[in-house]
């Protein structure tokens, strides 16, 4: 059910995207306690992006879930913010983190919603 897109102007590697979602999964299935089958995830790398004025490093986070409350959101945010400094070497004051909380009947999945 979470689904968590990363837009960055950083170039990742063709051999490092498959690792780097891997890794991405496993943290957003953890931290958000869903099922890692459920777990969609995008790396949208070399993007036209500025942040403050400049083309720097920088990200634009969107995580889409259901039932994050503030302490996972809070958990979530420091993770990513660690994960993205270690793996494209972007510091966490050069993006932001979108959250999106749906309701359960509002997500769609193999013909029925989750309720």
Do not use: W
């Not at 170039?11 to 931290?31: G, Q, S």
């Not at 400049?54 to 409350?69: E, F, G, H, Q, W």
């Not at 979108?98 to 509002?106: E, I, M």
């Not at 997500?107 to 309720?115: E, L, M, P, S, W």
């Amino acid at each position: 059910m979470p689904f968590i897109q990363i837009k960055t102007n950083v170039k990742v590697n063709v051999e490092d995207h498959e690792n780097f979602l891997c890794d991405l999964t496993n943290i957003i299935a953890n931290l958000t306690q869903k099922p890692y089958h459920l777990v969609a995830v995008s790396l949208i790398d070399s993007a036209t992006l500025f942040f403050g004025g400049t083309k720097d490093p920088t990200y634009i986070v969107n995580l889409i879930a259901t039932d994050l409350t503030t302490d996972i959101i809070k958990t979530i945010t420091k993770e990513l913010c660690t994960f993205l400094k270690n793996k494209l070497d972007i510091e966490g004051n050069r993006g932001f983190i979108y959250f999106f909380d749906f309701q359960r009947s509002h997500v769609g999945h193999n013909g029925h919603i989750f309720d």
